[in-house]
């Protein structure tokens, strides 16, 4: 099996520490994060993901035209980090070398460009300033 991923959720993941929209969002989270960390394969897919699940009832933000061009930010910023073609159906390498080299670049706001209209955005400088201690995702 593979996780699929929208490219902003690469972003994502280098920060998340067990907070979310809601419990079950969380909850769902972690056995995302737990796949991958176990190894599994992510795939790149255009528009909601296997993170976006929990929320796409009720008309959540994951189906909005500026949540699709956050992603084409994503793709374009993370291209040269993870010197892999990035596109729909790509397969994303997640190795903990890789998650390295996207967690010192976004340390250093090389990569954030898709992050800056982001709800999240203090909490996951929070995170990157601390050293990335309480990040959940560690890659497979």
């Known amino acids: 099996m593979s ?3 929208r490219a902003h959720h690469l972003l994502c993941l280098l920060t998340y520490v067990g907070k979310g929209y809601t419990p ?5 989270y972690e056995r995302v994060v737990a796949r991958l960390n ?9 528009g909601p993901d296997e993170i976006c699940a929990p929320m ?19 793709i374009e910023a993370l291209r040269s980090v993870l010197g892999a073609e990035l596109r729909p159906g790509a397969r994303v390498p997640l ?3 890789q998650v390295s080299a996207m967690r010192i670049a976004f340390a250093a706001g090389t990569i954030r ?4 209209r982001c709800q999240w955005s203090e909490l996951c400088t929070g995170v990157a ?3 990335f201690a309480a990040a959940r ?3 497979g």
Do not use: N, Q, S, T
């Open 95 to 97: 190795g903990r070398e």
């Open 38 to 46: 176990a190894g599994e394969e992510a795939v790149l897919v255009e």
């Open 113 to 116: 460009g898709a992050c800056a």
């Open 56 to 74: 796409l009832e009720g008309g959540h933000h994951c189906l909005k035209p500026r949540i699709a061009a956050r992603d084409g930010e994503a």
């Open 129 to 131: 300033a601390e050293g």
């Open 24 to 28: 079950a969002f969380v909850a769902h």
């Open 3 to 5: 996780v699929r991923l």
């Open 137 to 139: 995702f560690i890659g």
